[in-house]
């Protein structure tokens, strides 16, 4: 369980997330083009989201069953998500 | 169902009644509903599986720390030592569950905590859906007169909740190891970036110290999608923060009291899950509302 020697790895993670949060604001004012943006944004999001879940929620330490009871139904609006938006750019094509 | 479950289940279902060597352990191992399951017999193969997993690690020494022959599993996040029979009145050691051959050691509240933010998870997801549809399919999401969201005030509150999830981790490693003082400092700490974080919104949405708020230069609620989804995503956030510093108030109390740190540190954990929850959804809210581009 959560025990002694994890204070040095919650410092680590914190560190990892504010980076992450600068390199997000950092992108931003890169004045990238849309689509690279939108990408890197939603993958360092997605990531500090994940990071946050496995070490801070400890999801890390527990069962395959608990963390797929969770992994699963949390894919599926992202899933959703992406099918939507895939659906929105096919309708934008200039057929 | 795991397969070492249905192994287990085929088991009892040739062995038919239960052995008087299994019941005895039922009884001995103390389990919450052993008298239940007597009660009820012939049993319940589901009721009777729980018990064959029983891993009685932690049973065992509180055996030897109590010098009884009863060990009493305590049941319940809040160490009440009703159930505690001979020589148990006192106990302020672990709580431990026994170990599900699913969830290991998970304890029920935790389960369903998890449970609990899946659905909230659900909500959320439905607003940012909601969000990006709106958004994709509009060709026009600023209308003229309307603010820009500010990034750099917003990293600034991403920030405080990253640091206020830190401190609750923090807070939860302290509570294992039972030091109240450290517990209580961090678990005030956690409320204190919680109480930023809505001041700071607070400041966006209305103004404050004379700067002007959202509302004010333009971004009514109402009047457009762009105002619409930004008000209902961050505001039911809003609300999760408030949810959040409350519950957290209520475990600072108990902290002070020392209910924590006797080795029943599990509320400290499920407040950590929703806390770190809320950081989670804001780091996606942040993303997808502020940082995207027109």
Known sequence: MAGHANRKQYMQVFG?????????????????????????LV???VTKAAIVGLFY???????????????????????????????GAWRRLPW | MGKATMAAIAKTQNQGEPTQRDMTTCVADGAPNARKCLQNQPLRTTCWVQFESVEPRGLRREMSEAGTSAAVLHGGDHGHHAGGGGGHGDHHGPIDYPKDE???????????????????????????LTYGILRGASSVWHHPGEPTLGINFTAGLTFLLICSSVTMVLAHAAAVEGKQKELVRYLAL????????LTGQYKEYFGLFGSPGLVEEGLVFGHSAYANTFYIVTSFHGCHVFAGVCYLSCILVGAMR??????????????GLFWHFVDLVWILVFTFIYLIPE
């Open chain 2, 190 to 197: 956690t409320i204190l970036g919680g109480a930023l974080f």
């Open chain 1, 57 to 87: 929620m400890h999801l890390k330490a527990e069962t395959k069953v608990l963390k797929a009871s969770v992994a699963i139904p949390m894919s599926l609006p992202a899933l959703y998500a992406f099918i939507l938006i895939a659906e």
């Open chain 1, 16 to 40: 990892v997330l504010t980076v992450l949060t600068l390199v997000e604001v950092g992108a931003v004012y890169l004045h990238l083009d849309k689509k690279t943006l939108v990408t890197v």
């Open chain 2, 258 to 271: 020392g209910k924590y740190t006797n080795g029943n540190h599990s509320p400290v954990e499920l407040v």
């Open chain 2, 102 to 128: 699913q969830f290991g050691l998970a304890t029920p509240g935790k389960i369903a905590m998890w449970f609990f933010l899946c659905s909230d998870g659900f909500s959320f997801s439905g607003l940012l």
């Open chain 1, 43 to 45: 993958l360092l999001a």
